[in-house]
């Protein structure tokens, strides 16, 4: 049956070299259709990831200020550091992130547990549609005027590859 099925194949595709839809013409035939069937090997799984997006809506300079801080915080905790001031061959690992989603002082049960990740990127926009501003004050890097509303999405990778039995333990 295996050498039938490759004439078969063989013969679908000479005819439908020489005439265009003759295959299809062949299977209407024959009331059969060959499928493209695709043998798969599992290779594993990717790590899971996750992104956040928090709208920050300063109700005065001082506020703004925060705002720039925890920016900031997030930007400076995500990036490597070059291993030594002679080289720029070695980096060290950037810091990593702990995750908990806390309800009433504990964690939350009825939400997966996330492992220790990584901050992968971070998107900061800042004002809305229509940029607005609090009076000009000084900042981490200067002066200038904070925006009134800025918003941040923060997309965390897990480092390590979970597998069934993190899962079971509420991963």
Known sequence: SGAKE?????LNATLDGVA????ALQQIDSGKVITPRMEMMFEGVGRRSFSYTFNFIPKSAEEAKTIEEIIYTFKL???PKYDGDSTRRTMEIPNTFDITYMYQNQENGFINKISS???QKIDVQYGADRYTAHESTTSLNGTGTPPQKSQITL???????LSKDSIREGF
């Open 117 to 119: 990740c990584f901050l």
């Open 20 to 23: 265009s839809g003759a295959r």
């Open 77 to 79: 905790n995500m990036m």
């Open 6 to 10: 490759g004439v078969t194949n063989l």
């Open 155 to 161: 997309d965390f990778v897990e480092i390590e590859t």
